[in-house]
C-alpha cells in the first residue's frame, strides 16, 4: 500500500531537529519551524487513506518514506503502531521515537530531519522546488 504526496520547498528549511521531520499543508514556514522539510504539502495525516492508516496500525507494521528532489532520493524507514490516528488536518510527522499524536506517521524512524542527506536539504530551500514524497506501509 503507497501513498502519494506532492509538497514544495520554502526558504526557510532547516531541517535540524534531532528526532523528527515533517511535511505540512502550510505554506508559511519561520525558522524556529527546524523539523520540517516540505510545505504547500497535498496531504496530512488524515488524508492518508483509510487502508494505509489500518495497515500502519498492524503491530510490527514497516514503513517507508521516499523523498524526492532535484534528482536527490532519500529513504527513511520507521515502524507503524496500534495508536496511531491519523488525525491531524495539516500534518505528517515521522519520528524517531516512540511519541505519538494525532500528526505521528510512524515511529522509530531511521532517521531525523538532522541526518538527512545535505544537498537534498539544499533543494528543498527553493521555493519552487517540487518534492514528491512516496510512503508505503507493509502490514507484516
Do not use: W
Request: charged share 25%; glycine share 6%; proline share 4%.
Amino acid at each position: 500500500m503507497a501513498e502519494q504526496i506532492t509538497a514544495f520547498g520554502h526558504k526557510n528549511i532547516r531541517s535540524t531537529h534531532k528526532t523528527t521531520f515533517e511535511f505540512t499543508k502550510n505554506r508559511d514556514l519561520t525558522p524556529r519551524g527546524n523539523c520540517i522539510i516540505a510545505v504547500a504539502s497535498d496531504k496530512g495525516s488524515s488524508d492518508l487513506s483509510t487502508r494505509f492508516k489500518k495497515q500502519a496500525q498492524n503491530p510490527g507494521a514497516e514503513i517507508t518514506v521516499t523523498i524526492t528532489a532535484g534528482g536527490i532520493t532519500e529513504i527513511i524507514k520507521g515502524r507503524g503502531h496500534p495508536n496511531l490516528t491519523f488525525t491531524h488536518p495539516t500534518d505528517i510527522v515521522a519520528r524517531t521515537s516512540e511519541y505519538i499524536c494525532s500528526r505521528t506517521l510512524m515511529i522509530k524512524a531511521d532517521k531525523s530531519s538532522k541526518q538527512l542527506d545535505k544537498d537534498l536539504i539544499e533543494k528543498m530551500k527553493n521555493p519552487d522546488q517540487k518534492i514528491e514524497i512516496q510512503i508505503t506501509v507493509n502490514p507484516a
